[in-house]
């Protein structure tokens, strides 16, 4: 389990996905999500994803990678099916919810 390869996939991929409507968690903060998120996302910040409970195959993302890989961790760690998305927002090309126009 010590370097067990976190599953990740990148954001064009997760964009290919959104038809199938995927459980996303955003775990930014509630500002940061306020200002953009993707579609259908749901906003669990880091700090809180110890306490959330993910309801089958749940992609997570963030702004750049960083914190959605650490959240990965954690419920991987719980036995979760959980998916890193590389990149973050700042690699989202895709339709945005939220923020200005």
């Not at 999500?33 to 409970?53: E, R």
């Amino acid at each position: 389990m010590l370097f067990k390869k976190i599953p990740t996939i990148d954001t064009h991929e997760l964009e290919s996905k959104l038809a199938e409507k995927p459980q996303i968690i955003d775990v930014r903060e509630p500002h940061e999500f306020q200002n953009g998120h993707i579609p259908g996302a749901k906003n669990v910040p880091l700090g809180k994803v110890m306490h959330y409970t993910p309801n089958g195959k749940t992609y997570v993302v963030c702004q750049s990678g960083m914190r959605s890989k650490k959240a990965t961790k954690v419920l991987l760690k719980r036995g979760y099916d959980v998916v890193n998305v590389r990149g973050g927002m700042m690699s989202w090309t895709g339709a945005k919810r939220g923020g200005k126009k």
